[in-house]
Every structure is written in structure tokens, then in C-alpha cells.
């Protein structure tokens, strides 16, 4: 049985932990095991540069703060080496990121399974999440299918006008001959 002191400040990583599960619109759980030293001093200044809190998680900790937020779907993944990416602001950003470094050749990066808004997502959906546009490509993809139709209409009204303009210019032409 731990002393005070020790479960004290286990249960204060729980809290410290469970409050960031709580706070995170997204994350992503990954096996980092056999990851050289480089890769992972990259990734982690690729994570701090995107707004990302990256930490290798201990499973039994992790396991009571995932509980305590309602995310018990993580339990089967807890186990093994894993390190938790999560974003406070952007959902997709943890995704991408590890997605990224995961498929690169010689990568050690599995990832195990992820979460967004509350909802446990498989690896498939992790990889699928990071394969959406950013925020601005589809922020723009809506505001150029709002303003089609829009552009439509004045191309309409500007051939009608066009086409005014050409018969009356023709029958001016007339008159004039």
C-alpha cells in the first residue's frame, strides 16, 4: 500500500489529467515504443508549434482520469507504452500531426485510438480525421458554394443586358443605313 505522500500526488496527476481530458475538444492515443530520440524531439516541437500538449501518459492514471470523464472506451487501449496528444482548440490538429509522423517510412508510431467532442473514435476515423482540409479550405470550399449561385444570377442578368444592348445597337445601325 503507497503512503500518503505517493497517492497524493498520484491522485493530484489524476485530477491534473482528468481536467485536460475535460478541457480537450480532441486527442489521440499512440504507442511510442521504439521511437529514436530524434523523431521524437521533432514531433514534439512540431506539436508545441500546433497548440498540441504531447506527454507520455502512465495507463493506470490515465486509465482513472479517462474513467472520471466518461471516456471508459479507452480502457482496452491503456496498456503498452502510450503517449496522448491533446488539443484544447483544434480538433484536428493532434490527428494530422501523429498521422503524419505515424506513415512516414521508418516510423515506430502506431496509433491506437483517439477522441473527439466526448466520442471515442477507431484508428481508421483518427486517420480519416486527419486527412480533412484545414479550417480555412473549408471555411472557403462553403463561401465559394454560397456565392455560386450568386455569380450565376449576375452572369444571367449581365447576358439579358448583353443581349439588350447588341439589338438595340443593331437596330440603331439599321436606322442609321
Known amino acids: 500500500m503507497p503512503n500518503a505522500k505517493v497517492l497524493s500526488e498520484k491522485q493530484a496527476i489524476v485530477e491534473a489529467l482528468a481536467e485536460k481530458l475535460q478541457n480537450s475538444c480532441a486527442g489521440v492515443l499512440v504507442d511510442y515504443s521504439g521511437t529514436d530520440v530524434a523523431t521524437d524531439t521533432q514531433l514534439r516541437r512540431a506539436m508545441r508549434a500546433a497548440g498540441v500538449e504531447y506527454a507520455v501518459v502512465k495507463n493506470t492514471l490515465a486509465r482513472f482520469a479517462a474513467n472520471k470523464v ?59 480525421l486527419a486527412e480533412l482540409p484545414s479550417r480555412e479550405v473549408l471555411v472557403a470550399k462553403v463561401l465559394g458554394t454560397m456565392i455560386a449561385p450568386v455569380s450565376g444570377l449576375v452572369n444571367v442578368l449581365n447576358a439579358n443586358i448583353r443581349g439588350l444592348a447588341v439589338a438595340l445597337n443593331a437596330i440603331a445601325e439599321k436606322k442609321s443605313a
Not at 81 to 104: G, H, M, Q
Open 70 to 128: 466518461g471516456y471508459e472506451g479507452l480502457d482496452p487501449f491503456l496498456n503498452g507504452p502510450t503517449a496522448l496528444a491533446i488539443s484544447a482548440k483544434d480538433p484536428v490538429a493532434p490527428a494530422k500531426l501523429l498521422c503524419e509522423y505515424a506513415n512516414k517510412k521508418d516510423s515506430n508510431i502506431k496509433i491506437k485510438v483517439g477522441f473527439v467532442e466526448g466520442k471515442i473514435i477507431s484508428e481508421k476515423e483518427v486517420q480519416a
